[in-house]
């Protein structure tokens, strides 16, 4: 009976690490071998999942790629859900805010175990818009500003624990190895915000995270433009982005308990 359990509880973690990692493809769907590589499974046993998913209509096949998307199932579920976490509600106002004031493309992100995931966005004045994310898009932790602004409060350990698990994901997505990155986090804690170009674009990304009682990051705000308009304009943008964030964590802190906060966002 005992192993039974063990086996049932395994298989429901395996099958959650399959969500997470189809949940990051951008909409691009991904094979057998991508999952089963990222997921850190065998090849029969992601295959085994994958079949039973499509079966409860968690995920959906393309016929002609044969790549994985998220099904209906999940779609119609998460309608159904209570919001674990009141983050758009909250930020809504200073994310416009930061969006009014930049002119520029605003984010709102917040982890999710071993991703950052973008919560809300927010469109500038700026005619060239860089949505570089999607709202409920996950990325790896490590990849993104503020994913960065996230880490950067992190203890020394847990951060790089994190990235090391990252570590082959972030590769895939031409991110520089741990090393590098773990440079960038302790930059991002002497500013006290984190800067990231893009791997692959010439676009840059300000971010300031959003903290609790202690010092927890709740969420991270971001600014994103072309790389010359925010080297122009970098200290006035980390400017109105600390302030913004600032007082968005003043008014958290006065609203929520720490134990509340946690349970709130934790996402």
């Excluded at 395994?10 to 189809?22: E, T």
């Excluded at 999940?74 to 309608?79: I, R």
């Excluded at 950052?116 to 469109?123: F, I, P």
């Amino acid at each position: 009976m005992k192993n039974s359990e063990t086996a049932g509880t395994q298989s429901i973690g395996r099958a959650a690490s399959i969500l997470r990692v189809i949940a990051s493809a951008e909409g691009a769907g991904f094979g057998l071998g991508e999952i089963a590589l990222q997921a850190g499974l065998e090849k029969p046993t992601t295959h085994r999942i994958l079949r039973r998913l499509v079966e409860e209509s968690m995920l959906v096949q393309d016929p002609a790629s044969r790549s994985y998307h998220l099904g209906p199932l999940l779609y119609e579920l998460g309608l159904a859900a209570q919001p674990s976490i009141p983050a758009r509600q909250w930020c809504a106002e200073s994310l416009a805010e930061l969006a009014r004031l930049s002119g520029d493309c605003a984010f709102l992100i917040g982890r999710s175990g071993y991703d950052s995931v973008c919560l809300d966005r927010h469109e500038g004045h700026f005619p060239i818009k860089t949505l570089v994310l999607g709202v409920g898009q996950r990325r790896p932790l490590g990849c993104g500003a503020g994913s960065i602004a996230l880490l950067s409060l992190l203890p020394d350990d847990t951060l790089r624990t994190l990235l090391d698990h990252n570590a082959e994901r972030l590769k895939a997505r031409g991110e520089p190895p741990t090393a590098d990155l773990l440079r960038t986090v302790q930059q991002a804690r002497k500013r006290g915000f984190a800067i990231k170009d893009a791997p692959d674009l010439p676009v840059r990304t300000l971010s300031m995270p959003v903290v609790d009682h202690y010092g927890n990051g709740i969420c991270a705000l971001s600014i994103t433009s072309l790389t010359p308009r925010i080297e122009q304009r970098q200290d006035m943008l980390a400017d109105i982005l600390r302030r913004i964030t600032q007082d968005l964590s003043r008014r958290m802190r006065s609203s929520f308990t720490h134990e509340s906060l946690l349970a709130r966002y934790a996402v």
